[in-house]
């Protein structure tokens, strides 16, 4: 299965008390106590698994039905003989329904409670504060316990989610920085993105016991995969101009290196022909690495030579790759009008977009945009602090997407993609791939699959996301995270193409 489906907390919830209902009334007939108890028995494996020698635990339970979560993980634990810390940031007295009856059931097993003033004294930690529950800031009591679990330097392991991180967003103003996280009957969306994957470590899941049949009602967010079947295999009778023609736009003089990665993301993913229309002074280093691309002067007055000529063969136009803000990027804008197809934008285009003024007095376009900003190139799109862009980065999306008509994603930790009607998560990338050029190398990849997948360019532009970002992986598992360069992840895109199926037939 190369997709995942992320739920809402409201949703999670939702599935949680449907199982238990009835079997007469369509549910399980689960107890809250036995989905506890299966939770803290996936818990405690989860936690030997990765803690190989488990003779003590620290775990610190609040008051929802996370804390009863986290209770259950004692009572098993002491079945064992591990030696267990049991702090009661909220004490006993506010504890109600099933958290109430597996603190009971912890004391009944001999576990004493400690209050929130006791020190961690074990080196592994099992965080059962705050459940899907929580937004904003925790209040002081919860966040004395986050920061003490944070700087204890002990192994901790998070209860369905990292305690404070909002479980729709991913947002965290102050959350467990968990080494894994174990998550129950449906994923959810903020450890996904936003400041979900920093804050989570490894995620693990289990359902319970509780199929995909009791969430097939509730709306989902993907989670998406690269795969192999996602970008259709050449077809045997190719030629170059069936495989498209991309013409990437920027490279003022200083920044000629963008627009030479941007081209050759391009041609090593499949393009059929390449032009950059970049400034002159850069032409020597594109002839050096890149032979296979042309070049045209965005500026030229020779007719034969044009930047009009260029773009009426165009597929696609990568915009903005070293493109400045100067006046030559202005009058390299000017040019661009001229093209009515299909537009990514990247980098210093997505600064002239964001001056509508500026970009409709042009006349440059404004249908069939593909847009690929970070938080703050999203940020200046929206007329919004980064600090809002990050909270909701799948709202983000989405409000860019309406904005300017869009098909749009948002680079970061859990990228997200998608349009005005629906988003998706990217399930791939490392913080290795947070360095000069990444984006560029993107850009250029997504207008190769865009001009080879003219009839789905948005499937085409989703694809170029997840591939960039597996490719990304790759050579972070080579050549590790330190090290990777955006020169260095082109040939592993290459790598991952050369898996496409074959034509038959």
Request: no cysteine; proline share 5%; hydrophobic share 45%.
């Given at each position: 299965m190369h997709d995942l489906k992320l739920y809402s907390a409201a949703a999670c919830r939702d599935i949680d008390a449907k199982a238990m209902k009835p079997v007469s009334e369509g549910g399980l007939g689960l107890s809250g106590q036995m989905l506890m108890r299966r939770a803290a028995q996936f818990a405690l494996e989860s936690l030997m698994s990765l803690c190989s020698e488990l003779t003590s635990l620290t775990i610190l339970c609040g008051k929802g039905n996370n804390a009863g979560d986290g209770y259950w993980v004692g009572v098993l634990a002491r079945q064992l003989g591990i030696a267990i810390q049991l702090i009661a940031v909220e004490p006993?007295?506010?504890?109600?329904?099933?958290?109430?009856t597996a603190c009971?059931?912890?004391l009944e097993a001999g576990?004493?409670?400690?209050?929130?003033?006791?020190?961690?004294?074990?080196p592994v930690i099992v965080d059962a504060l705050l459940?899907?529950?929580?937004?904003?800031?925790?209040?002081?009591?919860?966040?004395?316990?986050?920061?003490?679990?944070?700087?204890?330097?002990?192994f901790t392991l998070s209860l369905d989610l990292p305690s404070g991180l909002n479980a729709n967003t991913g947002e965290a103003q102050l959350a467990v920085r968990a080494d894994a996280t174990v998550s129950f009957i449906a994923r959810k969306i903020g450890l996904y993105t936003g400041q979900g994957p920093a804050h989570s470590g490894q995620r693990l899941f289990s359902n319970l016991g509780v199929g995909e049949d009791f969430s097939e009602t509730h709306g989902s967010v993907p989670l998406r995969r690269w795969h192999a079947g996602l970008h259709p295999a050449l077809p045997l009778a190719a030629y170059k101009h069936q495989r498209g023609h991309v013409v990437v736009v920027g490279g003022c003089k200083g920044m000629g290196g963008a627009a030479l990665l941007a081209a050759e993301a391009a041609l090593r993913s499949g393009a059929g022909m390449v032009t950059v229309a970049t400034a002159p002074e850069n032409l020597a280093g594109l002839q050096a690495r890149l032979p296979e691309a042309m070049w045209v002067d965005p500026l030229s007055s020779d007719q034969d030579q044009s930047m009009a000529s260029v773009l009426s063969q165009a597929s696609v136009v990568v915009l903005g790759p070293g493109l400045g803000r100067g006046d030559w990027a202005e009058?390299?804008?000017?040019?661009?009008?001229?093209?009515?197809?299909p537009l990514v934008i990247d980098a210093d285009g997505l600064y002239w977009l964001a001056d509508q003024n500026t970009w409709h007095q042009r006349g440059l376009p404004s249908e069939t945009l593909f847009l690929t900003p970070h938080a703050a190139?999203?940020?200046?799109?929206?007329?919004?602090s980064v600090t809002d862009v990050t909270k909701n980065t799948v709202r983000s999306v989405a409000d860019m997407a309406e904005r300017f008509q869009a098909t749009c994603l948002l680079k970061g930790p859990g990228t997200v993609m998608g349009d005005r009607q629906s988003q998706a998560i990217c399930g791939h990338g490392n913080p290795g791939m947070a360095t000069a050029g990444m984006?560029?190398?993107?850009a250029g990849l997504a207008g190769s699959l865009i001009a080879q997948q003219l009839d789905d360019s948005a499937t085409a532009f989703y694809t170029a996301a997840l591939l960039h970002s597996a490719a990304g992986d790759l050579a972070a598992q080579e050549i590790g995270e330190r090290g990777l360069?955006?020169?260095?992840?082109?040939?592993?895109?290459?790598?991952?193409?050369?898996?496409?199926?074959?034509?038959?037939?």
């Open positions: 006993k007295a506010q504890l109600t329904g099933d958290a109430l009971q059931r912890a576990l004493e409670l400690e209050d929130a003033s006791s020190a961690i004294r074990y459940g899907t529950g929580a937004q904003g800031m925790p209040r002081p009591e919860l966040a004395q316990a986050i920061e003490s679990i944070n700087g204890s330097g002990a009058q390299v804008l000017n040019t661009v009008a001229a093209f009515h197809g190139e999203a940020a200046r799109l929206l007329g919004r984006g560029d190398v993107l360069t955006a020169s260095a992840v082109i040939p592993r895109i290459a790598a991952l193409l050369r898996d496409l199926p074959p034509v038959t037939g």
